[in-house]
């Protein structure tokens, strides 16, 4: 595989274009001409695909698109080049396991393969705003004491004195630094203190800020996670690379980071599901990657469980499971609001989408993650049952299932129900819950899901 | 041949992003003495129009929508000299200063919004990403814009949102410029809080809350 440095250097010595060239000269003619070249066709009704030699196409069209259009440093105005020998060797080399967390609950995160009725690795959380210091520990501490979970992603506080951090601030360094102390701290609670946290550093937009959070006297690990993002599409800043200089240096885990988006300028689903892809191999190439964050979005809607983006998102776990088998999790953007049966549905079609393609459980993100405070720890331990229910699917038997998940949620997608908030659900004081109606719908659902043909076990 | 025929084969031909077909009819429309303002209302604006609802709808995607608004500069090339030369103007809708606010990269929500504004007849200046909140006071005032929007993807960055509102009530302009906002932080409720005049969640919403503003 490249040395770091001649990676990036290739960001310095490239072909010099402007970024709207890149697009339309480059990326986009290529990405059309590579779809058509591999004959990748999304039929507008699957959900789960299982044509195989469709799932190798994609990743064969995703090495293409590397080769043919390269990266695009904006710093630098240079596109990075790769051979496709690199690109085929870094996607050889890529690990096929992670070691996360300490002592007792370290454990390692595999690659899963398509059909595979393994267990797959339970994260569980997500970045979501809170606005309490107090909400925020709680949360952290319900999320960890979800006995199956295997890892965690933190919520973000960003305020400093009831006052919000501006990005690049001196505070938003310090509130970094408060996620990552509490974060911890809500762990510990939990009486699991090694439980890794893997979507470090939620409250750090910048390259300075997540170094200085994440040095070890705040109390993350190397045997945590540190999420390092490609801009859509195809951007590798500096700030990205600075991360990678860092982090491989102190040989921390590094979760390669990308949000494709429906509808921007991969188009739709057959371009999404390419270019995701693509993402996971250039995680390796680029960013020496332990593990993928998988975060396909639509443009519009903001949220991850249209019909195309399940299909597109399932194609690109499948098309590594079966050639790669980087080991990835799945970041649903959901639009219904915690707690609520429409939350539930999208995340019962996003399960059977990602898990039977060979991809490890992640919770769902409600609200399109804008709403604050609404991380329900209670809706995640669900969400991690539904996904251990997931795995026994094959994905010929998960597709028509997740077809009906889908329907009853179709109509709802342009104007998602609100749901519920922690301190509607939760007594503050004692941490339990107290909300008769959040309980009942998700009682509700439990039989409901197991009527439609998908029993989810209480762990 | 009509005048109502090149209008449908000019529109039919933007549809299918013909750029070839679109300037050759434009061309043919020219010679046959059609107005160059009536080329543009009755046949490439319609076509534009269709390719919004079909990005709307799915049914077309980004690279599309800048294939079409390059393919409608290629006909304006042809039409704006014969504009000027008749002392006429193009009516623009409204003109739009948009871009993304200071500290936030993002661009791809902002540059769709752009996309969609100029095929709808407004006149759009892009200032980029990461952008001054003075830059767009500057801008809006250079080119006696109608309207300011505004985009912010992180929750950290929607404060500059707020700064540009605040820069234009400190310089005594804030009931000159309409103010829109968006992007994946926004909300309706943040909208409120900081006194923009609206809130888009998409691209397409964005163009009709616009057109609301100057209607």
């Known amino acids: 595989m490249l040395d770091l440095i001649e990676v990036f250097e290739r960001a310095d010595n490239g072909i010099l274009i402007l970024d709207t060239d890149y697009y339309m000269n480059r990326f986009v003619p290529k990405l059309a001409e590579i779809i058509d070249r591999y004959k990748i066709k999304w039929d507008r009704q699957t959900i789960v695909n299982s044509d195989d030699d469709l799932a190798d196409r994609v990743f064969q069209a995703a090495v293409d698109l590397i080769a043919e259009a390269g990266a695009y440093c904006p710093d630098t105005n240079r596109v990075m080049e790769f051979t496709r020998d690199e690109i085929l060797r870094a996607a050889e080399q890529a690990p096929q396991s992670t070691r996360f967390g300490e002592g007792r609950e370290a454990k390692t995160m595999y690659g899963r393969d398509v059909d595979e009725d393994s267990v797959p690795w339970i994260h569980v959380g997500g970045g979501i705003y809170t606005t309490d210091e107090q909400i925020f520990l709680d949360t952290v501490e319900g999320l960890a004491s979800i006995n199956i979970v295997d890892s965690l992603s933190v919520p973000s506080i960003l305020h400093l004195r009831g006052k919000d951090a501006r990005v690049r601030s001196p505070q938003e360094l310090l509130s970094a630094i408060k996620t990552v102390i509490l974060a911890r701290e809500g762990i510990r609670r939990s009486g699991r203190a090694g439980l890794p946290i893997i979507n470090g550093i939620s409250a750090a937009s910048n390259s300075v800020s997540m170094i200085a959070a994440a040095s070890p006297q705040f109390g993350l690990r190397p045997s945590d996670g540190f999420l390092i993002d490609f801009l859509s599409e195809m951007m590798v800043n500096y700030e990205a690379l600075q991360k990678v200089a860092y982090f491989n240096s102190i040989s921390a885990n590094i979760g390669s980071t990308s949000t494709p988006l429906f509808g921007g300028y991969a188009g739709g689903a057959e371009g999404v599901a390419v270019l995701a892809t693509s993402y996971f191999i250039m995680g390796n190439l680029i960013y020496r990657g332990s593990y993928h964050y998988n975060a396909p979005l639509h443009q519009n809607l903001r949220l991850s469980s249209t019909k195309p983006l399940l299909w597109a998102i399932g194609m690109s776990n499948q098309a590594n499971a079966r050639n790669m088998r980087y080991p990835v999790v799945n970041l649903p953007y959901l639009g219904g609001g915690a707690g609520t049966r429409m939350y539930h549905h999208e995340m019962a079609a996003y399960m059977l989408s990602v898990v039977p393609a060979g991809g490890n459980i992640f919770s769902g993100h409600p609200a399109k993650s804008v709403e604050p405070n609404s991380l329900l720890p209670r809706d995640h331990q669900f969400h991690a049952e539904l996904g251990l229910a997931s795995a026994k699917f094959s994905r010929k038997d998960a597709n028509p299932l997740a077809q009906k998940f889908f329907e009853k949620y179709e109509k709802l997608i342009k104007d998602p129900t609100p749901g519920f908030r922690y301190e509607q659900v939760y007594d503050l004081k004692t941490k339990k819950i107290v909300n008769e109606e959040y309980l009942k719908i998700q009682d509700e659902v439990r039989v409901e899901f197991k009527e439609m043909g998908i029993e989810v076990l209480t762990s | ?215």
């Open chain 2, 1 to 215: 041949m009509e005048h109502s025929e090149h209008f449908d084969k000019l529109k039919n031909a933007m549809i299918a992003l013909e750029k070839d077909d679109v300037v050759s009819i434009t061309a043919k429309s020219l010679e046959v003495g059609i107005e160059p303002l009536e080329i543009i209302e009755n046949g490439l604006l319609p076509g534009l129009n269709t390719i919004g609802e079909m990005f709307e709808d799915e049914e077309l995607f980004l690279p599309e929508l800048i294939k079409s608004a390059q393919i409608f500069h290629g006909a304006m090339d042809l039409l704006q000299p014969k504009i000027q030369e008749m002392g006429t103007n193009v009516k623009k809708k409204g003109t739009v200063v948009i871009g993304t606010v200071k500290g936030d990269m993002h661009y791809i929500g902002k540059n769709i919004v752009k996309l969609l504004m100029e095929t709808s007849g407004f006149d759009v200046h892009d200032l980029g990403v990461d952008v001054d909140p003075f830059a767009f006071i500057v801008k809006a005032d250079e080119v006696n814009a109608d309207m300011i929007a505004l985009s912010a993807l992180l929750t950290t960055t929607l404060i500059g949102q707020k700064d540009v509102i605040e820069a234009l009530e400190g310089q005594g302009k804030r009931e000159k410029y309409k103010v829109l906002l968006g992007g994946g932080a926004v909300t309706k409720a943040w909208a409120d809080d900081i006194g923009a005049d609206g809130y888009a969640e998409n691209g397409y919403g964005a163009v009709k809350l616009a057109k609301s503003f100057i209607a």
